[in-house]
């Protein structure tokens, strides 16, 4: 009686959620101080650890994200999706539309429907605004210092990271009461399965992704993993999800496999940025070997190991692998940039060329291709059409950093100091050095010649800066910089 009445409770929350797709708005918190909460939060996030925003991790990523939010609703937010360089196995849902998944988490994964599953669990929480009516606001806890709590949950509240942010905190007091309740947990994994199906994907992943969060909950109970922390129980979780597979039973339509091309591709690209280069090689070489791996398996496996050799230098290896992964997939065009890539590193600058421009052709929109392109006329000297390009990407991502640095030392080649510190200044700024940012932008403030958006730009970055020196990941940042001038100096009078 008890578990059909469970089923019928579970059946009338489907039917609430594939008729109605948003929850009840939190009038406590506005959305414009959601959005100043999340700028700031984003910042301290850059403070701690480099973000993995490479074109085409982050375009896949966010394309992957658009495609929840095409069938969720009730957006007030631009929502953009992040990867942190970080090995923790935590995924967190700030204010204002921004998602974060540390690659920790994706190194557990198996599938694109299990990231799509837990991505939309973190959309249900802020399409629901859990986060929002959570947020107390008053006098002694300011917008700053909430996203400076916000950043040390999101980051791992038990790491060195999120400690330093939480410690000295006006709100570190406040980051107990950010921690999603069971009901919050329950209203954005029932969203979550609505719009999997929504969008044909197999339910099933989310199951899987529970079960992988049980199992490291029970073989890490002296260190929780602080996505278990912000979101309590798996087991009751999983309970859940599993009531809600068996309402639908064989109604539950079997989507049509994903191809798993492009996330296996992205895992094996960030994995390559933060694995053990030795415990990495040997786990892709035991893939290839293993005789009851599937061919997808190892031909993905053969891609890892190319990326793995060329953070080697060994572009000769590297080359004959990815020549081996084209001839699986001779219409993955990206491919041919990760090429390109090899052969650029490698000093051949037109096979580099003639292989991006081929991958561009066949995907105009793939601003990885657009990224490498202008990398390749920097080197040939090509400075228009380096240019055209380096602003073709800042303006589809204009958060990404290396480009604002590519852009520095275009504008430096061509005699611009000005707009050069400018760029440089960003550059800085989104990788967390606040202490260099500051000091270009101050540059760019005595540059009276300059146009009026790039002073006006100047001075707001300057504006943020005064906001973020106060918090103590601002603090941390300036003081491993003064360590490292410190340390260098001392090499120079060795020398």
Same mark, same amino acid.
């Given at each position: 009686?008890?578990?059909?009445?469970?089923?019928?409770?579970?059946?009338?929350?489907?039917?609430?959620?594939?008729?109605?797709?948003?929850? %009840?708005?939190?009038?406590?918190?506005?959305?414009?101080?959601?959005?100043?909460?999340?700028?700031?939060?984003?910042?301290?996030?850059?403070?701690?650890?480099?973000?993995?925003?490479?074109?085409?991790?982050?375009?896949?990523?966010?394309?992957?994200?658009?495609?929840?939010?095409?069938?969720?609703?009730?957006?007030?937010?631009?929502?953009?999706?992040?990867?942190?360089?970080?090995?923790?196995?935590?995924?967190?849902?700030?204010?204002?539309?921004?998602?974060?998944?540390?690659?920790?988490?994706?190194?557990?994964?198996?599938?694109?429907?299990?990231?799509?599953?837990?991505?939309?669990?973190?959309?249900?929480?802020?399409?629901?605004?859990?986060?929002?009516?959570?947020?107390?606001?008053?006098?002694?806890?300011?917008?700053?210092?909430?996203?400076?709590?916000?950043?040390?949950?999101?980051?791992?509240?038990?790491?060195?990271?999120?400690?330093?942010?939480?410690?000295?905190?006006?709100?570190? +007091?406040?980051?107990?009461?950010?921690?999603?309740?069971?009901?919050?947990?329950?209203?954005?994994?029932?969203? +979550?399965?609505?719009?999997?199906?929504?969008?044909?994907?197999?339910?099933?992943? *989310?199951?899987?992704?529970?079960?992988?969060?049980?199992?490291?909950?029970?073989? %890490? *109970?002296?260190?929780?993993?602080?996505?278990?922390?912000?979101?309590?129980?798996?087991?009751?979780?999983?309970?859940?999800?599993? +009531?809600?597979?068996?309402?639908?039973?064989?109604?539950?339509?079997?989507?049509?496999?994903?191809?798993?091309?492009?996330?296996? %591709?992205?895992?094996?690209?960030?994995?390559?940025?933060?694995?053990?280069?030795?415990?990495?090689?040997?786990?892709?070489?035991?893939?290839?070997?293993?005789?009851?791996?599937?061919?997808?398996?190892?031909?993905?496996?053969?891609?890892?190991?190319?990326?793995?050799?060329?953070?080697?230098?060994?572009?000769?290896?590297?080359?004959?692998?990815?020549?081996?992964?084209?001839?699986?997939?001779?219409?993955?065009?990206?491919?041919?940039?990760?090429?390109?890539?090899?052969?650029?590193?490698?000093?051949?600058?037109?096979?580099?060329?003639?292989?991006?421009?081929?991958?561009?052709?066949?995907?105009?929109?793939?601003?990885?291709?657009?990224?490498?392109?202008?990398?390749?006329?920097?080197?040939?000297?090509?400075?228009?059409?380096?240019?055209?390009?380096?602003?073709?990407?800042?303006?589809?991502?204009?958060?990404?950093?290396?480009?604002?640095?590519?852009?520095?030392?275009?504008?430096?080649?061509?005699?611009?100091?000005?707009?050069?510190?400018?760029?440089?200044?960003?550059?800085?700024?989104?990788?967390?050095?606040?202490?260099?940012?500051?000091?270009?932008?101050?540059?760019?403030?005595?540059?009276?010649?300059?146009?009026?958006?790039?002073?006006?730009?100047?001075?707001?970055?300057?504006?943020?800066?005064?906001?973020?020196?106060?918090?103590?990941?601002?603090?941390?940042?300036?003081?491993?910089?003064?360590?490292?001038?410190?340390?260098?100096?001392?090499?120079?009078?060795?020398?």
């Amino acid at each position: 009686m008890k578990k059909n009445m469970q089923k019928m409770l579970a059946l009338l929350l489907v039917l609430v959620v594939v008729n109605f797709s948003c929850a %009840r708005p939190v009038l406590a918190f506005t959305v414009g101080e959601e959005r100043e909460v999340g700028e700031i939060l984003l910042y301290q996030i850059r403070l701690a650890f480099p973000l993995i925003d490479d074109p085409d991790i982050s375009q896949y990523i966010n394309e992957l994200g658009a495609e929840v939010l095409k069938v969720s609703s009730a957006h007030f937010f631009d929502y953009r999706f992040f990867v942190i360089k970080n090995k923790e196995f935590n995924a967190f849902a700030a204010p204002s539309g921004l998602i974060f998944f540390h690659s920790g988490l994706i190194e557990t994964m198996n599938s694109e429907d299990e990231l799509v599953s837990v991505m939309a669990h973190e959309v249900g929480h802020v399409v629901s605004r859990h986060i929002a009516s959570r947020m107390e606001k008053g006098s002694k806890v300011g917008l700053g210092a909430m996203a400076v709590a916000l950043a040390g949950l999101a980051l791992g509240g038990g790491g060195v990271a999120g400690q330093a942010l939480l410690a000295g905190s006006m709100a570190a +007091s406040q980051a107990l009461n950010l921690h999603f309740s069971r009901q919050d947990e329950e209203e954005a994994d029932l969203l +979550s399965y609505g719009w999997m199906k929504k969008m044909e994907r197999d339910p099933v992943a *989310m199951e899987k992704m529970l079960k992988s969060m049980r199992r490291i909950t029970r073989y %890490r *109970m002296d260190q929780v993993p602080q996505y278990l922390l912000t979101h309590p129980d798996p087991e009751a979780r999983l309970g859940y999800v599993q +009531s809600l597979m068996a309402v639908d039973g064989s109604a539950l339509k079997k989507p049509s496999p994903i191809d798993d091309f492009s996330f296996v %591709r992205a895992k094996y690209r960030i994995l390559s940025q933060i694995e053990d280069e030795g415990q990495f090689r040997n786990f892709l070489a035991t893939k290839i070997a293993d005789p009851n791996a599937s061919a997808f398996d190892k031909t993905m496996a053969r891609y890892g190991l190319s990326q793995v050799e060329r953070e080697a230098n060994n572009y000769d290896r590297s080359h004959d692998l990815l020549r081996e992964v084209i001839a699986a997939y001779p219409d993955r065009s990206i491919l041919l940039v990760d090429l390109g890539r090899v052969e650029l590193a490698a000093g051949h600058q037109d096979k580099a060329l003639a292989l991006t421009l081929q991958a561009s052709s066949q995907n105009p929109q793939d601003l990885w291709a657009v990224f490498q392109l202008a990398k390749i006329y920097l080197e040939l000297g090509r400075m228009k059409e380096a240019e055209i390009n380096l602003f073709t990407v800042a303006r589809e991502m204009p958060e990404y950093s290396q480009v604002y640095f590519e852009l520095g030392k275009l504008r430096a080649t061509q005699g611009n100091q000005g707009e050069s510190s400018f760029y440089l200044g960003k550059y800085y700024l989104y990788e967390g050095r606040i202490e260099l940012a500051q000091e270009n932008f101050e540059k760019v403030i005595k540059e009276r010649a300059l146009p009026r958006d790039i002073f006006e730009d100047a001075e707001k970055m300057l504006d943020t800066i005064e906001r973020l020196e106060d918090g103590p990941g601002s603090k941390q940042k300036q003081e491993e910089e003064k360590k490292k001038k410190e340390e260098e100096q001392r090499r120079d009078r060795r020398r």
